[in-house]
């Protein structure tokens, strides 16, 4: 070793490039810790902004009912045509006891 990488007891000294990455490294290390706590201050102070809930109720009443009304209508419709349709091709017997289900048909 030479005496420019040595100190005076005996200990490795840093080169003047070495020196510059380590304050560089240092001066990353700020920037990114500084910029996490900025990061994080603003999405904490975000999040206690406004705290809200969902009322599934309203939008089932508002919006999700009224959307619904028309098609449910026409199927209920079209059911009991065919259930009307199915019971008068049936005798009485089999119709006043309700013998008979829709459960099995194919569309």
């Known amino acids: 070793m030479n005496s420019a990488t040595v100190g005076a007891e005996g200990r490795r000294a840093f080169r ?3 020196r510059a990455a380590a304050a560089a490294m240092v001066l990353a290390a700020l920037a990114l810790a500084a910029g996490v706590m900025f990061v994080s201050g603003r999405l904490t102070a975000a999040a206690d902004v406004f705290i ?15 959307a ?3 098609p449910l209508a026409q199927e209920t419709a079209r ?29």
């Open 52 to 66: 809200g809930y969902v009322d599934v109720t309203r939008i089932i009443d508002e919006y999700l009912a009224p």
């Open 68 to 70: 619904l009304d028309e």
């Open 16 to 18: 003047p490039g070495r």
């Open 79 to 107: 059911l009991q045509a065919e259930f009307d349709r199915r019971a008068q091709s049936l005798g009485g017997a089999a119709r006043a006891g309700g013998v008979f289900s829709l459960s099995g048909r194919r569309r």
